[in-house]
């Protein structure tokens, strides 16, 4: 139980376009899901916290309007990058916290994408 | 703003060698999660502890909580070139806006030589 898939797990792409990240719960309902930014050998970093129906909440230092984080329903989150630079290049890791996780609070990890920007 | 200090940082040793990683906060945690994560890709729950003072073993592998709920380590017994791999300590936040949020240390990459 409690898998996430991320899809793409790989994505090259030219500067300027964008691009979009899928982040599913598979087996659970997800009233929450997180956004992730990785560099590496470094731990992650919080980009945005999504919320089934409602707008995200960002990070400091995160442009909304760059990272566009939609929740449409319970088993799904969408990370896009708009107008993507090199510097955007990373490693980028959704989770989801179940409906159900009460004081536990986890949170399981999606597989992560890989995006370069070139 | 919570903090959770991670140590050491780097971990290299020999098979068979026992390890304590440490997280550390002057804050309180509903819950402290500890994950194993391998390059590219998701980290993967190892366990989640909840209760001031709890011990969780699994295989080689002991959590502790602290009895304030502010600290955790990780102790791992004999250690396995499989052991290899960036462990992570977050700590759930205790309620209001942050609710359900994680502060993650930065990691400590072990690395098992066998």
């Known amino acids: 139980g409690a898998v996430v898939s991320q899809h793409p797990s790989r994505v090259i792409c030219k500067s300027g376009t964008s691009v979009k990240i899928e982040c599913r719960s598979l087996d659970f309902q997800a009233t929450t899901m997180f956004w992730y930014r990785q560099f590496p050998k470094k731990s992650l970093m919080l980009m945005a916290t999504s919320n089934e129906g409602s707008k995200a909440t960002y990070e400091q230092g995160v442009e909304k309007d760059k990272f566009l984080i939609n929740h449409a329903s319970l088993t799904l989150s969408t990370l896009t990058v708009t107008s993507a630079h090199p510097e955007d290049s990373s490693f980028y890791i959704c989770?989801?916290?179940?409906?159900?996780?009460?004081?536990?609070?986890?949170?399981?990890f999606g597989p992560g994408t890989r995006l370069t920007v070139l | 703003t919570q903090l959770l200090e991670q140590s050491p940082q780097f971990l290299s040793i020999q098979e068979g060698e026992n390890l304590t990683v440490y997280c550390n906060s002057s804050s309180v945690f509903s819950s402290l999660q500890w994950y194993r994560q391998e390059p590219g890709e998701g980290p993967v729950l190892l366990v989640t502890v909840v209760t001031g003072g709890e011990v969780k073993k699994l295989k080689r592998l002991t959590f502790q909580f602290g009895d304030a709920r502010k600290d955790s380590s990780l102790h791992i017994t004999a250690a396995q070139p499989g052991d290899t791999g960036l462990y992570l300590c977050?700590?759930?936040?205790?309620?209001?806006?942050?609710?359900?949020?994680?502060?993650f240390g930065q990691g400590t990459i072990l690395t098992v030589h066998p």
């Open positions: 989770s989801a916290r179940p409906r159900t996780s009460g004081d536990y609070n986890e949170q399981f």
């Open positions: 977050a700590g759930a936040d205790a309620g209001g806006t942050s609710y359900g949020k994680l502060t």
